[in-house]
């Protein structure tokens, strides 16, 4: 199965860094790194999936279930 690299940014979490980046990683996404810079909020993902929709659509639910109080606004591809 191939392995996608992509960023979603996302709008600033509703709770503090340390639990916006647990708590994703406490819902199934262990293949995330959460990061922010400013006003600036990504969830970075290497995602192994049959599809890159599969990939993204699997991603964007991810994190609306880690209640982080986020909503994607963007999605960044990254070069494999």
Partial sequence: MPI??????????AVDEGEAADKPYDCGCDDSTFSACGFV?????????FSLRQALIGAIGDVEKSRIGSRV???LFHDP
Avoid: D, G, Q
Wanted: glycine share 0%.
């Fill in 41 to 49: 909020c990504e969830v970075e993902f290497s995602r192994e999936a």
């Fill in 4 to 13: 996608y690299n992509f960023s979603l940014v996302i709008t600033p979490p």
């Fill in 73 to 75: 606004v963007r999605i």
